[in-house]
């Protein structure tokens, strides 16, 4: 019976897979640093090395300009608009407003929703304050998911998220109220001024209908809860 001849390898003739390779240098670099989506979306490509400050700042200037472009109404209250005018408030041809639009982020609606609860639970008793903060956060975030389901229901096509970030921005002039409330600010000055704020929040807020694919003849059915949603916030401000 004849013998298999066996070739014996030394391990130092095999190929390093790691050769002219730093030993410090990652295997997939471009796995570590690729752009990072989502809240992120303003981030460097590497986040790792970046100081506190640097994301505190970008995430600042992330809110911002989400609060410029959901705050500015696409139309003004002359009249009342029509089905025409918020379906097609979406489309004016800003490319840049609809992006900021399309990407969502809750940094902003939690802030606006921490500041209006805090300031309301400020004008409550003192037996009151933690009911009160719990009971306007909880009605915060749960109108406003009632309010987009609304509008999945009556056809939209927009996110679910997306959507209550857009909502949670227009509660900056609701927190304004609130601001006032928490001052002690006379009655005769709040009034006008609430009234102001709710139509702007409602401005704002029938604005992201132009977007959201909600059916035509379905429009004043999406926007009566979002009505209701700022004008009850309004009157607790108003009777905090």
């Not at 490509?45 to 911002?64: F, G, I, K, P």
């Not at 719990?134 to 939209?156: H, N, P, R, Y």
């Given at each position: 019976m004849s013998s298999i001849p066996m070739t014996v390898m030394d391990i130092n003739e095999l190929d390093d897979p790691l050769d002219d390779v730093s030993a410090t240098a990652p295997l997939n670099p471009s796995s570590l640093t690729s752009a990072i989506p989502g809240e992120d979306?303003?981030?460097?490509?590497?986040?790792?090395?970046?100081?506190?400050?640097?994301?505190?700042?970008?995430?600042?200037?992330?809110?911002?300009?989400?609060?410029?472009?959901?705050?500015?109404p696409k139309f003004t209250f002359r009249r009342w608009p029509d089905a025409n005018d918020v379906l097609g408030s979406h489309g004016g041809g800003d490319s840049s407003r609809s992006m900021v639009l399309g990407e969502w982020d809750l940094w902003g609606p939690l802030l606006f929703c921490l500041a209006l609860s805090t300031l309301l639970s400020v004008c409550a008793a003192d037996k009151q304050k933690t009911q009160v903060f719990?009971?306007?956060?909880?009605?915060?975030?749960?109108?406003?998911?009632?309010?987009?389901?609304?509008?999945?229901?009556?056809?939209?096509n927009i996110s679910f998220f997306q959507s209550v970030s857009i909502i949670g921005y227009t509660l900056f002039p609701v927190v304004v109220c609130a601001l006032l409330s928490a001052f002690h600010v006379h009655a005769v000055v709040r009034v006008p001024v609430y009234s102001i704020c709710f139509l702007w929040s409602l401005a704002a807020g029938v604005s992201i209908l132009g977007g959201s694919g909600v059916v035509r003849n379905r429009v004043a059915l999406a926007v009566f809860p979002m009505a209701i949603f700022y004008f009850g916030l309004v009157c607790l401000c108003l009777i905090s």
């Open positions: 979306r303003r981030a460097p490509l590497n986040t790792l090395d970046e100081s506190v400050w640097d994301t505190l700042s970008r995430d600042v200037l992330a809110v911002w300009t989400k609060m410029k472009a959901v705050l500015y719990a009971g306007v956060f909880s009605m915060v975030w749960v109108g406003e998911a009632v309010i987009t389901s609304q509008i999945k229901l009556l056809g939209g």
